[in-house]
């Protein structure tokens, strides 16, 4: 339904049809960088252990930092390294995506509302949001060395998928404006 | 012997979480990240009917950290979430960013409650 109403001017969306073949090498980089992201969770979530009920801090930590850290590499591989094949998935789909989550920030929230903690509830979205959307801001800005100003430019890439996945149409075009 | 199944189960959900996302932009497009947006609310509920599986039908700790802290901590994503949204504002669609954050959170929090109150009403 997108591309019908929204982006006129643009070549439809080319249906692939196959599967993009990146090989054994790509997945097993996405599968080890998620491992690897999940056990730095995991470790972080052990050494911050709060009261049954206390302020997430751990989960908070991770979301914010893997923020900052997946807006740094895909500008850094988009940007500056358009060649490289590993980081991508190593790094950007594999470990950020690992080592964050949002289904425990979602349980967490809902937690804590149900035992009467509202207050800490909202605290924790508003400080998961603003973080969050400030570390990957930094993370991007950082990562392309200067604010991107421009709307009609090019924008930053699906996060969680590989360089033969993006179609050209996706995210870059110039008609891709609301 | 936890620690290998979280870090077993966080490798296939980061590969079940590009399957995913990979799918559904070729669904829906690339327009608007519907991908992230589904899984992280499909795995929100997912964990949230889980939590409420060990609390009120007392399943064991160690299963529970596997699948939740492992394979549903992994399979979602809060870092695309924001990278993609602060992406949408920066490419100037505000509107959209707007309805990510809102639709994620909305949707999301949503999904663990229901879940939760589903596995407590079984």
């Known amino acids: ?178 | 012997m936890i620690v290998l199944g979280v870090v077993v189960a966080g490798g296939c959900g980061a590969l079940l979480r590009y399957e995913v996302e990979l799918a559904v932009r070729r669904w829906l497009g690339p327009a608007f990240p519907y991908g992230t947006l589904l899984i992280n609310v499909s795995g929100s509920f997912l964990l949230g009917l889980l939590a409420g599986l060990a609390e009120a039908h007392g399943i064991r700790p160690g299963p529970v950290t596997v699948v939740g802290t492992g394979l549903l901590g992994a399979y979602t994503t809060y870092s695309t979430f924001t990278v993609d949204t602060v992406g949408l504002a920066e490419r100037g669609r505000a509107g959209a960013a707007a309805v990510n954050v809102a639709a994620s959170l909305a949707l999301g929090l949503a999904a663990a409650a229901l879940g939760l109150a589903a596995a407590i009403a079984l």
């Open chain 1, 1 to 178: 339904m997108p591309e019908s109403t929204g982006t006129s001017g643009q070549a439809p969306l080319q249906p692939r049809t196959a599967h993009p073949h990146h090989g054994p090498g790509p997945m097993a980089a996405i599968a080890g960088g998620g491992a690897l992201g999940t056990l730095a969770r995991y470790g972080m979530e052990r050494a911050l252990v709060p009261d049954a009920l206390g302020f997430p801090w751990a989960t908070l930590a991770v979301n914010v930092v893997g923020s900052f850290v997946l807006g740094v590499v895909v500008t850094l591989v988009v940007e500056r390294w358009p060649g490289d094949r590993w980081l991508r998935p190593l790094v950007a789909v594999g470990f950020c995506g690992g080592f964050t989550t949002f289904s425990t920030f979602a349980l967490e929230v809902d937690q804590r509302i149900r035992h009467g903690q509202s207050g800490m509830a909202l605290a924790y979205v508003v400080a998961s949001l603003a973080a969050g959307m400030g570390a990957a801001l930094a993370g991007t800005t950082l990562g392309r060395g200067r604010l991107q100003t421009i709307p009609g430019g090019p924008g930053l890439p699906d996060p969680d998928l590989l360089a033969g996945d993006d179609d050209p149409v996706g995210g870059s075009g110039p008609a891709g404006v609301a």
